[in-house]
């Protein structure tokens, strides 16, 4: 059973950066579409970004597009989000998913994923 466990939310100012971290333990990365979404209160659980782990291929969500970068971490079981010019509309708890299989079009559809993680929270003031 795969697990994945997101790491490096936290406090930032308006403007600043962080890097989230999603592990996988239990197996890899290979051949999986590796997702992030979020979701804030009150709100729907959103895309953000994802990665095709063969071939490397990303998807940005409009608002987070030219801020956000999404990539493979050293291992076959890590993919990043460094997300950069943080805004109060960033704020959210922050979810990794993965899943294999997964056609272009449904990139973006939470229900696309089979395995995620329990989130990190980033909450960012003025």
């Known amino acids: 059973q795969v697990q994945l466990l997101e790491s490096g939310g936290g406090m930032v100012q308006t403007g600043g950066s962080l890097t989230l971290s999603c592990a996988a333990s239990?197996?890899?990365?290979?051949?999986?579409?590796v997702a992030w979404f979020r979701q804030a209160p009150g709100k729907e659980r959103e895309f953000v970004a994802a990665?095709?782990?063969?071939?490397?291929?990303?998807f940005y969500s409009d608002p987070v597009k030219g801020r956000f970068t999404i990539s493979k971490g050293f291992a076959e079981n890590a993919v990043n989000l460094q997300m950069n010019q943080l805004n109060s509309e960033d704020t959210a708890v922050y979810y990794c998913?993965?899943?294999?299989?997964?056609?272009?079009?449904?990139?973006?559809?939470?229900?696309?994923?089979?395995?995620w993680g329990q989130g990190t929270r980033v909450t960012v003031s003025s």
């Open positions: 990665i095709r782990w063969n071939g490397g291929s990303t």
């Open positions: 239990g197996g890899t990365f290979r051949q999986n579409t």
């Open positions: 998913a993965s899943g294999r299989g997964i056609i272009l079009s449904s990139t973006r559809t939470p229900d696309s994923y089979n395995y």
